[in-house]
């Protein structure tokens, strides 16, 4: 069975710092997306990640797959109030449905 | 142009009942998958529909079933309700069925079982 796991589960800073989120597994995933959800709405895709090793940035966030494919990290340099979010990665499965992480809950202070 | 939109918001049901949510997809997109979200948990896929035929389907039991319409809109039907059915059901939409055309979610349907 193909999991993600996803940490830390939590995350409250304050705004203007850093922070990184991890997205694991000790499977191979052919590509893995981030997405961000608000409260009452549903995920908003972010990014999607292909090639091992590959990095994107969106403005603030950086996006990273691992060189094995088997995991991959976001970013945000000068987190801000309005990056709060649920923050979750789903990767392709083996049966070419999206295999979900539980998630990032992320809260920037101002 | 609207976004995925979903029927009704919330619902409340008990156990035992039978409930159906709606979804309308982006104009001109031809799939729509359906969605579990558990508080606390992410997405699970339920269901995807491609050209008003099933295109897969998660592991869910047979008391979940979904159909698509041929304006393109689709239902998902819960039967014999139980408290671990209460979730958040999110429906998407993508203009082809393939797993890298990006899914755009609805705001959701949240269901709850008492």
């Known amino acids: 069975t193909q999991l993600l796991e996803q940490s830390p589960q939590f995350l409250s800073i304050q705004e203007g710092e850093n922070l990184t989120v991890y997205c694991n597994s000790s499977s191979v995933f052919s590509s893995l997306q981030w997405y961000r959800q608000e409260p009452g709405e549903g995920p908003v895709l972010l990014v999607t990640?292909?090639?091992g090793g590959e990095v994107k940035k969106l403005k603030r966030l950086t996006f990273q797959f691992g060189d094995a494919r088997k995991d991959s990290s976001l970013h945000i340099t000068a987190a801000q109030p309005g990056d709060t979010g649920l923050y979750l990665c789903a990767g392709v499965g083996s049966n070419y449905q999206l295999i979900w992480g539980a998630g990032t809950k992320l809260i920037i202070k101002p | 142009d609207a976004g995925v939109t979903q029927s009704p918001t919330h619902l409340i049901k008990t156990r035992g009942q039978q409930v159906t949510l709606r979804c309308s997809p982006i104009?001109?997109?031809?799939?729509v998958s359906w969605y579990q979200q558990v508080l606390g948990q992410g997405p699970q896929f339920i269901f995807q529909?491609?050209?008003?035929?099933?295109?897969g389907r998660g592991n869910f039991p047979d008391r979940f079933s979904a159909r698509q319409f041929p304006n393109y809109s689709s239902e998902l039907n819960v039967n014999a309700l139980l408290l671990g059915d209460s979730a958040l059901y999110l429906c998407a939409s993508s203009v082809l069925a393939g797993i890298t055309d990006t899914q755009y979610f609805g705001p959701g349907t949240r269901l709850t079982v008492l």
């Open positions: 990640v292909v090639t």
């Open positions: 529909y491609y050209e008003k035929e099933e295109r």
């Open positions: 104009s001109g997109h031809k799939s």
